[in-house]
C-alpha cells in the first residue's frame, strides 16, 4: 500500500523591487514516489496537481472539427470520347472508355456535322456504351467524329461526403484557391463553384474542406481561454492558430483552420493549448507559498527518494528570466538529510539549491531553502533580482 511523505510547503517570496511572474513549476520524481501539489493561492487554483503545472500549458484531446480530408473519386469536367457506331439511341464509342460519365450529361459535337448535339446521357451500357435520348440527326454521323460530354453543374465525386455542409470551403489537390460547396448531393457527390485542376486520385493526396466557424470539439474546454495557441507540430496546428471564443464545455471557436486535418487517432490526437498568463504574480516584497505532498508507492519507509523541483518565473521590470531548482530528498519516518547546498549557475539566471549527499557546494545563505526531505516542515525559497531562491 503506498505511504504518505510529510507535506513539505514551499514559500516564494519577492525581495526585488518589481512583480515577479510564476510561469511554471516542474518536478523530476523518482519512479516510487509521486507528488501531490496544492496551488489553491495559485491564480488558476486548485488542490491536487499530480503532474508538472503551468497554466501556460494544457493538453486537450481533439474529437472533431470543422476540418475534413476526402480523396478524389471524379468530377463533372467535359469529356470527350470518339463515335464508332450507333444502333437507334445506343452509342458505341472508339478508343476511349465511358469512365467518369454519368446520366443527364449532354453531348457536343465538336466537329462534323454536329450529329449528337443537344443529346443527353440517359445511362451508361459498359465501357463503351452509352444509351443516348434520342438517334443522331443523321442516319450515319462521321466516323471517328469527337463527342464532348459536359454537365451543367460543377459536380465533385469523393469517397464520402460525411460531415460536410453547403458553404464550406474545399483545398489543396488541384485548388490553387478555395473552391466552395454548394449543396450536398448525396453520400458521395458535391455540387460545387470551381472544380478542381489536374486532381490526384492517389490517397494520399486529399482535399481539406473547412467551415467558415472553425468550431474544434475537444474532450474538454477546462482552464481554455480565448487567446489561447495551439501549440506548433501538435495535430495539424502550427502555432499560428489561437481560441477565438470558448463556446461550451467541449467546443472552442478557433481564429483560423490547422494546416491539415487533425488526426483522430490516439495518441496522436492530442493538441496543447498555451498561454502566457502567469500560473501566480507575485508583488514586490510579498509573498506565497505551496503544500507538496509525496507519495511513496514502494511502500519502503527507510529509503531516500530524490526529487528535483523547478521554479520557472520572469522579472515583469526587466524582462529577465528566473530559473531556481531545488533537490528535494523525499523518505518516509527518517530523519532529514543535511541541508542543501547552494551551486550558482554563473549565468545571472538564477541557481540550484540542493544537491545529492556528498556534492561539494557552497552552504546555502540564510535565506534560502532549508532541508527539504519528507520530514521538514517547510523550505523557503526567495525570488530575487538573481533568481528563484536567491
Same mark, same amino acid.
Given at each position: ?108 459535337? @465538336?466537329?462534323? =456535322? $454536329? +450529329?449528337? *448535339?443537344?443529346?443527353?446521357? !440517359? ?5 463503351? /456504351? ?100 495551439? @501549440?506548433?507540430? =501538435? $495535430? +495539424?496546428? *502550427?502555432?499560428?492558430?489561437? !481560441? ?5 464545455? /467541449? ?140
Amino acid at each position: 500500500m503506498a505511504t504518505l511523505a510529510t507535506p513539505i510547503t514551499f514559500t516564494l517570496e519577492n525581495k526585488t523591487v518589481d512583480q515577479i511572474s510564476i510561469k511554471n513549476i516542474t518536478y523530476v520524481d523518482n519512479a516510487n514516489i509521486t507528488h501531490h501539489s496544492d496551488y489553491s493561492n495559485f491564480d488558476f487554483g486548485g488542490t491536487d496537481n499530480t503532474g508538472n503545472t503551468s497554466s501556460e500549458q494544457f493538453v486537450k484531446r481533439y474529437v472533431t472539427g470543422d476540418y475534413l480530408q476526402r480523396s478524389y473519386v471524379s468530377d463533372t469536367r467535359p469529356i470527350t470520347v470518339y463515335y464508332s457506331t450507333h444502333t437507334g439511341n445506343t452509342l458505341t464509342i472508339k478508343d476511349s472508355t465511358t469512365a467518369g460519365l454519368y446520366a443527364g450529361w449532354t453531348a457536343d459535337t @465538336l466537329g462534323g =456535322d $454536329n +450529329a449528337f *448535339d443537344g443529346l443527353t446521357i !440517359v445511362s451508361i451500357g459498359g465501357p463503351t /456504351t452509352i444509351l443516348l435520348s434520342g438517334p443522331p440527326s443523321v442516319a450515319i454521323p462521321n466516323q471517328g467524329e469527337s463527342i464532348k460530354f459536359s454537365f451543367a453543374t460543377n459536380k465533385l465525386v469523393i469517397n464520402s461526403t460525411t460531415g460536410i455542409s453547403a458553404g464550406w470551403e474545399i483545398r489543396d489537390n488541384g485548388y490553387s484557391t478555395p473552391g466552395n460547396v454548394i449543396s450536398v448531393e448525396d453520400s458521395q457527390t458535391l455540387v460545387v463553384d470551381t472544380l478542381p485542376t489536374n486532381p490526384s486520385t492517389n490517397p494520399a493526396n486529399k482535399f481539406l474542406f473547412t467551415a467558415a466557424t472553425n468550431y474544434l470539439t475537444l474532450n474538454n474546454t477546462n482552464n481554455i481561454e480565448a487567446g489561447f495557441t495551439a @501549440l506548433s507540430s =501538435d $495535430n +495539424a496546428y *502550427d502555432n499560428s492558430q489561437y !481560441v477565438l471564443l470558448v463556446v461550451d464545455s /467541449t467546443t472552442v471557436q478557433m481564429s483560423n483552420q490547422p494546416n491539415s486535418a487533425p488526426s483522430i487517432n490516439s495518441p496522436a490526437n492530442q493538441i496543447t493549448f498555451t498561454s502566457t498568463r502567469p500560473i501566480v504574480t507575485i508583488d514586490a516584497g510579498q509573498s506565497t507559498s505551496f503544500v507538496v505532498n509525496y507519495t511513496n508507492n514502494n511502500s519502503t519507509p527507510a529509503v531516500n527518494y530524490p526529487s528535483l523541483l523547478t521554479i520557472n518565473a520572469k522579472n515583469l521590470g526587466n524582462n529577465s528570466n528566473i530559473v531556481g531548482n531545488v533537490n528535494n530528498y523525499v523518505s518516509i519516518n527518517l530523519p532529514p538529510p543535511p541541508p542543501p547546498t547552494y551551486i550558482p549557475t554563473g549565468n545571472g539566471n538564477g541557481g540550484q539549491r540542493g544537491g545529492a549527499p556528498g556534492v561539494p557546494g557552497t552552504p546555502s545563505p540564510a535565506v534560502g531553502c532549508p532541508s527539504a526531505s519528507a520530514s521538514s516542515a517547510s523550505a523557503s525559497c526567495s525570488a530575487s533580482g538573481v533568481g528563484v531562491g536567491d
